[in-house]
């Protein structure tokens, strides 16, 4: 299993506090994964939060719906959703090829939007 690093990013709003925190790798579970809520906000809030790094490595993303989609045609339609939706554009291709494959820790470390 390849090794995983997590470099975090200094918080201003922690400055002086003595215990850190960091969020412990966990699953999202979206019931509903196929909607528009899903690929209006979540996706896009998640591709953001991909951007800005604050999660944690090992991070995973379960979608449930009925619509058979495959996981390569639900990673299509979640481009185009961030695409349309996110507040950060142009997509970062790069960011989004380490989020869309799950590699949240092996994300490029500038905070550019640019591809
Ligand atoms: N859209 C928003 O901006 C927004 C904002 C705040 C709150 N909400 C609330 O969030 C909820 C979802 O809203 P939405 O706009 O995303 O609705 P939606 O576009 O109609 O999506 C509903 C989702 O639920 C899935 N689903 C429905 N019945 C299912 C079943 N029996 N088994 C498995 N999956 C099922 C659908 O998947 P399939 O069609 O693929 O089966 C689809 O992914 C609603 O309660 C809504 O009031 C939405």
């Known amino acids: 299993?390849?090794?995983?690093?997590?470099?975090?990013?200094?918080?201003?709003l922690r400055e002086g506090l003595r215990i850190k925190q960091s969020a412990e790798p966990c699953v999202m579970v979206i019931f509903g994964a196929t909607g528009d809520l899903?690929?209006?906000?979540?996706l896009p809030a998640l591709y953001n939060l991909a951007l800005e790094h604050p999660l944690?490595?090992?991070?995973?993303?379960?979608?449930?719906?009925?619509?058979?989609?495959?996981d390569e045609e639900f990673r299509?339609?979640?481009?185009?959703?961030?695409?349309?939706?996110?507040?950060q554009k142009p997509v970062n291709l790069q960011v989004w090829e380490s989020f869309a494959a799950g590699n949240y820790s092996e994300l490029?470390?500038?905070?550019?939007?640019?591809?």
């Open 108 to 115: 490029p470390r500038s905070r550019s939007s640019a591809p």
């Open 56 to 70: 944690p490595a090992g991070f995973s993303v379960v979608g449930f719906a009925r619509r058979p989609y495959s």
């Open 76 to 87: 299509q339609q979640a481009l185009e959703s961030i695409n349309a939706y996110s507040r």
């Open 1 to 12: 299993m390849p090794q995983r690093s997590v470099v975090e990013a200094p918080n201003p």
């Open 38 to 42: 899903t690929h209006r906000k979540l």
